[in-house]
């Protein structure tokens, strides 16, 4: 079964530097989306992307953030200067397709420390 | 804006039932969605309610009461890797975009021998 992949799966950075965070889609899936979760906290949701525009955000999601899809198949989320509270694992996922189509599929999470 | 509530942990020994409660607070949702999440994993989906009533998935089993603005996920025949924690979460929400997820704080579930 396809799975949703993610790279790096740690990334450590100095506080003040972008970070560039990698997914790899399941293709033909069309919604996707990043969530975080500070350790021992809830995930949250940053931002959706469909049909290769954002579709909604959070309030987390401010000017620091940005999603691309570069070569339309990987998807990255750019943090522009990170901060030391930006130190969280990152998720990608994707809405299953017709029969999964409740469904959100995860990858396996990117763990940024910022120092 | 909306919000979920769950019980921060629950402790059961194998082989017994358990349930998790989940009440929530939104203006408008499509369903609300189960996941779990192994220490240091990705969550995983477990179930999906978009209407009132229960859902059968094999062990697992979730409910829906939108007049109540409450669900429940209920784990039957424990076994030790369901030692996890579970988020409620709700899938998509009136006024915004589907397929969102807003998720509760988490369940923490220590299933004991």
């Known amino acids: 079964e396809p799975e949703v992949t993610q790279t790096p799966s740690h990334q450590v950075t100095q506080m003040g530097q972008e970070v560039i965070l990698r997914c790899v889609p399941i293709?033909?899936?069309?919604?996707f989306y990043w969530y975080r979760q500070i350790l021992g906290q809830k995930v949250e949701f940053l931002v959706s992307?469909?049909?290769?525009?954002?579709?909604?955000k959070s309030e987390i999601f401010d000017d620091q953030f940005s999603v691309e899809r570069p070569d339309g198949s990987n998807f990255t989320l750019k943090i522009r200067s990170t901060k030391l509270e930006d130190s969280a694992m990152y998720f990608c996922?994707?809405?299953?397709?017709?029969?999964?189509?409740?469904?959100?599929?995860f990858g396996p999470g990117t763990r940024l420390t910022v120092l | 804006g909306q919000s979920l509530e769950q019980p921060s942990e629950v402790t059961a020994v194998e082989g017994a039932i358990v349930q998790i409660n989940c009440t929530y607070q939104?203006?408008?949702?499509?369903?609300l969605s189960w996941y779990q999440q192994h220490d240091g994993g990705a969550p995983t989906f477990l179930s999906y309610?978009?209407?009132?009533g229960l859902e059968e998935t094999g062990r697992f089993s979730s409910f829906l009461s939108r007049s109540d603005s409450y669900g429940y996920l209920l784990l039957q025949e424990l076994q030790m890797k369901d030692s996890a924690s579970y988020f409620c979460?709700?899938?998509?929400?009136?006024?915004?975009?589907?397929?969102?997820?807003?998720f509760g704080k988490g369940t923490k579930l220590s299933v004991k021998p």
């Open positions: 979460a709700i899938s998509g929400h009136y006024g915004g975009s589907q397929g969102n997820l807003i």
């Open positions: 939104t203006s408008g949702f499509y369903g």
């Open positions: 293709s033909n899936h069309l919604y």
């Open positions: 992307f469909y049909n290769n525009e954002i579709s909604e």
């Open positions: 309610n978009a209407l009132d």
């Open positions: 996922a994707q809405r299953g397709g017709r029969e999964t189509y409740n469904e959100q599929f």
